[in-house]
């Protein structure tokens, strides 16, 4: 996004940033130009709505929120929430809204002052308007009669550490089945190579039906093995494939045939392989391995929430290798996602499951029990796919571990 300026007193990313008396704080996006096109949906706007007069009730406010406070670097979304609410997935209840100034406010910055209003037993949070208490003022600047034009930086607040999944969106592959079967594979290595690696050149052919095209943006690729099953708990039924991740390659030539003189002095039409350069390496790749194409750019910023719809999920699988438990701030897989209604920034209740045991009471005449399964945690799903999707741990209070039930947080 530009910004131009023509003889004006105030930047436009100034004014723009104190007229956010939003409704919801962040979404996912990356830059402002974004937010001009990120979709709010009726659900949300219906929430708007309703919550711009009336908010959260008192006793859902944490004890100790601060009447104002002011945004830092470093602040994270749920964090502020947790600082306000005693559930923080109630978050976008709280927010104060108004949806005649700002259509689509997604982004809160370091130095906005969130004021909290508490009045006839409920409570709603806004960003303070110019020249309240503590709210301070924006800089009148003139300029010269000109016009200039720079980059608006995107100075939001994410909502969480970025840090717990910028590597795992650079790396994680989910794929169904009909995707695999499409998947080139890489057929040979560059001469006296066993092996490839960062600054290798390797040979790749698609299927016979879709052979590997150079095609403009569509030339980059991750190279993944290993395609492991993920399945449903339930009822068996394989969800999906977790592709291991090896590094990415960059299309240089597609695929094509040539005429090739034979052994008995003939011609003959050959396949000739599409040529791929290996630009970053996790680790060895070989004949083989399989090349996704690599998906548009994931952006770290939600909204947390609460779902909308009643969810009843497992986690099937936790992030890693080896690995069968999962603690703070690690990422695990459940089996619900896009066809179930999941999105980006739910937020759900992990379950510990109850012991079965023997009910050795006086009067229990030795009955298997069951105990009642209780809360153990909250993860925030940040990647959702068509039936399985990715959640970071937000809160846990005893390892998580595949098999236990996520559900709405209430």
Known sequence: MLQHSNNEKTPRA????????????????????????????????ATAQQVAQSGVPLSEVAPNAPDQYTVKRGDTLWAISGMYLNKPWRWPELW????????????????????LERRDGRATLRVGRNGEPGTGSIETVRVSPQIRYQPLPDDSI?????ESIE?????????????????PRIVAAPENHVMITKGDRAYVRGPAKAPLELA??????????DARPLKDPVTGAVLGYEAKYLGKATLVRGEGAQSVKTAAGGREQMAVPATIDIVSATEEMGVGDRLLPEPPRQFLNYVPHAPSTAV??????????????????????????????IAAGEVLA?????????????????ASIKLPDE????????????????????????????????????
Not at 97 to 115: C, S, T
């Open 312 to 341: 009843d999920a497992t986690i099937v699988s936790v992030y890693g290798d080896a690995v069968a438990f999962a603690g703070q701030n690690q990422i695990v897989i459940i089996n619900k996602g896009t066809a179930d209604g």
């Open 14 to 45: 100034a004014r723009a940033r104190a007229a956010l008396p939003a409704w919801i704080l962040l979404a996912a996006l990356a830059s402002p130009a974004l937010a001009q096109t990120l979709p709010i949906t009726a659900a949300q706007r």
């Open 96 to 115: 104060g809204m108004n949806l005649q100034q700002v259509r689509n406010p997604h982004l809160i910055y370091p130095g906005q002052q969130l004021v």
């Open 350 to 366: 992990i379950m510990k499951s109850g012991e079965q045991r023997i009910d050795r009471s006086q009067d229990g005449e030795h």
């Open 158 to 162: 994410p909502t969480i550490r970025t």
């Open 375 to 410: 809360r153990n945690g909250l993860l925030m799903v940040f990647r959702p796919f068509e039936k399985l999707s990715y959640g970071l741990i937000l809160r846990i209070g005893d390892t998580v571990q595949v098999g236990d039930r996520v559900v709405n947080p209430q």
């Open 216 to 225: 403009p943006g569509a030339d980059e690729f991750r190279v993944v093995r």
């Open 167 to 183: 590597a795992f969106l650079a790396e994680s592959s989910i794929v169904d089945a009909a995707a695999l079967a499409r998947a």
